[in-house]
């Protein structure tokens, strides 16, 4: 299975202070161990997770240290990574997509779909995507 990464994902992933981070960290450990799995990004969620990095410190952490961390992620990663470059037209939008806090979802949603992919999210609230899992115990 091919898991196109959301910015949650990433930030969770990224912060060992984040609420989610055990979830997601566990998920992505569990999923690396799966041989036909491939965890992917694109530039959004990548940016998304610098803005967001930066933003949830007030500044503590820069736009080059969040660069380079998620670097390091990605690395470590290996093979299991891919870089998906974003070929969708912004107007190819599914049809529950209605307000404008719903269009970068909606937009990754479509992209990773058109690429045999699945959205890996903590937001229950997108359609179609897939939720990372809760820990059990």
């Not at 992933?13 to 036909?36: L, M, P």
């Not at 967001?52 to 390091?72: E, K, Y």
């Not at 209605?98 to 992209?111: C, N, Y």
Request: glycine share 8%; charged share 20%; net charge neutral.
């Amino acid at each position: 299975m091919k898991y196109l990464l959301d910015v949650n994902v990433l930030v969770a992933w990224g912060w060992s202070d984040h609420v989610a981070h055990q979830r997601t960290a566990t998920w992505i450990a569990a999923t690396r161990r799966q041989r036909a799995s491939r965890l992917l990004t694109s530039a959004i969620p990548e940016l998304g997770f610098v803005r967001v990095s930066v933003q949830r410190t007030a500044g503590g952490v820069t736009v080059a240290h969040a660069g380079d961390t998620l670097a390091d992620m990605l690395r470590g990663l290996g093979a299991c990574h891919g870089f998906l470059a974003d070929d969708r037209p912004a107007a190819d939008l599914p049809d529950w997509c209605e307000r404008a806090s719903q269009t970068t979802d909606a937009h990754l949603v479509t992209l990773a779909e058109a690429h045999g992919a699945r959205l890996a999210t903590l937001d229950a609230r997108i359609p179609g995507a897939f939720i990372v899992p809760r820990l059990v115990g």
